[in-house]
């Protein structure tokens, strides 16, 4: 197999160490190159921002409008020059009323089901993500500047040091760019101001108890109080084209008689009513986690689906020493043949070959029978090592599940460690599927013995039986 360069098509070659210093400064140079370039990049961008014109995306309560050069190109076409924004009547109404409905002290929620209620224009949604208007664009409405008349612009970085995309916050504000922008301002400075004081008094609540970490609404120091808060997530609203799913369910409750009565609820339904998920059905908490927990306790913790985990593990393990086996005698034939070749380019140098053809020659395959050496050592040691814990595996492997059955049976009420026990089973969410004519929910899962296992079975693939559909762990 010959490795070609992209650009100029020419093969890299590696024979000779001039070869290999031409790579390196290849290398060198084109990173370079990509340095400068996201400087040239960045310096551009700037100077668009510092002017107010638009670096790039779309704004709700604005449009994008080209403005046209002077010249024309050479077919008396216009060009574009830059990209401005102007504001858009009916987005900037719908903006204003977010302002000042939250003002009055309705939540994001809140916000978002009446704005889908009535139809409102939203913003384009990512892609696979349902449309329509949920309570984290609320949010994001109301902490943009822009709509007070600033434009903010350098306050993320999109890629580290080298070169890879990974966002992520600039600390230092002095990087930031602000550019006054008062043809843009769509509320007033007491509108804004009073909006920005709810938020930080919101937030100043919810840290209470994470010691200033931004770790959502505070829980007492316990993760959840119930049991599939993250663990799962609704069917109905599952966006076309990805395997993902939408909503998540989330806890509801309300009054019923002296008491409050709990459920679970999709997400998306709780955050945009009918028109991000039709999904209305409330799930009883204490039936639904009843139901998820004796299905585990059923299909996966019973002594012959136990056993028969147990006898998978082993028989992998002994697939791999038998597959070890096999690449250990390849080793040896490579180790073999390098032997042979070095001995052919001895006697090629006795008869008076080209010296310094044939000493690179061996100096490469003198490498490369230390290297197998080492590779044939490590084999033969994990082989015989394997060997000699087959059987303590296959005991260490029944004592485990048998700890773990016992704490199946006698963790019911401890919602703590049941949400442990289901993260470390489950592969991914619940799928909660509704028949709303019907008004039940069905639920399956993807779940493996093998997590529990791991660091006995040397994480070998374990398979689960029927019920909660299985997985192979790598």
């Known amino acids: 197999m010959t490795v070609h360069c992209y650009l100029d098509g020419k093969a ?113 949604p990512s892609a696979g993500r349902p449309i329509g208007w949920a309570h984290a664009s609320v949010r994001q409405v109301l902490l943009r500047p822009i709509y007070k008349g600033e434009i903010l612009w350098n306050r993320t970085k999109k890629r580290d040091q080298w070169g890879q995309q990974r966002q992520r916050p600039r600390t230092d504000e002095s990087e930031w760019i602000r550019t006054p922008a008062e043809h843009l301002r769509i509320v007033s400075d007491d509108v804004w101001n009073a909006v920005q004081a709810r938020v930080h008094a919101m937030r100043a609540t919810y840290l209470r108890g994470t010691r200033g970490h931004l770790m959502g609404r505070p829980l007492n120091g316990r993760e959840s109080k119930y049991l599939l808060t993250g663990l799962a997530e609704c069917t109905l609203c599952k966006p076309k084209g990805d395997g993902s799913y939408g909503g998540s369910l989330t806890p509801r409750s309300r009054a019923h008689g002296r008491h409050r009565a709990f459920f679970y609820a999709c997400m998306s339904y709780v955050g945009g009513g009918h028109r991000r998920c039709a999904n209305d059905l409330h799930l009883p908490m204490e039936a639904t986690n009843r139901a998820v927990w004796e299905t585990l306790k059923r299909d996966l913790f019973q002594p012959e689906v136990l056993l028969y985990a147990v006898e998978k593990a082993v028989a992998k393990a002994q697939a791999s020493d038998a597959s070890d086996s096999g690449e250990a005698a390849a080793l040896h034939e490579q180790l073999h043949t390098v032997e042979q070749e070095l001995a052919r380019l001895s006697i090629a140098i006795a008869m008076g070959g080209e010296m310094s053809t044939l000493l690179a020659a061996i100096q490469e395959r003198e490498q490369r029978r230390a290297h197998l050496q080492q590779a044939v050592t490590a084999k033969e040691t994990a082989q015989s090592l394997g060997r000699l814990d087959l059987r303590l595996l296959e005991r260490e492997l029944k004592a485990k599940i048998a700890d773990w059955s016992k704490l199946v049976n006698s963790i019911d009420g ?35 013995v093998g997590r529990i296992l791991q660091g006995l079975a040397a994480a070998k693939a374990l398979v689960s039986p029927t019920g909660f559909e299985p997985v192979l762990l790598p």
């Open 12 to 124: 890299v070659a590696l024979k000779t160490p001039i070869d290999k210093a031409r790579l390196m400064l290849d290398g060198y140079s084109n990173e370079d190159h990509r340095a400068k370039t996201a400087e040239r990049v960045h310096d551009a961008m700037a100077r668009k921002a510092r002017a107010g014109q638009v670096t790039g995306g779309r704004c709700f309560g604005y449009d994008n409008v080209d403005v046209a050069a002077p010249t024309l190109d050479a077919f008396g076409r216009p060009i574009r020059s830059h990209v401005e924004r102007r504001i858009n009547n009916a987005q900037a109404a719908i903006v204003k009323k977010i302002f000042l409905l939250y003002a009055e002290g309705k939540g994001f929620r809140t916000i978002a089901k009446l704005l889908n209620d009535e139809g409102a224009p939203c913003p384009r």
């Open 414 to 448: 401890n919602v703590v460690l049941a949400r442990q026990l289901l993260r470390t089973l489950l592969s991914e969410k619940l799928h909660f599927t509704p028949d709303l004519a019907a008004g039940v929910c069905r639920f399956v899962g993807r779940s493996t």
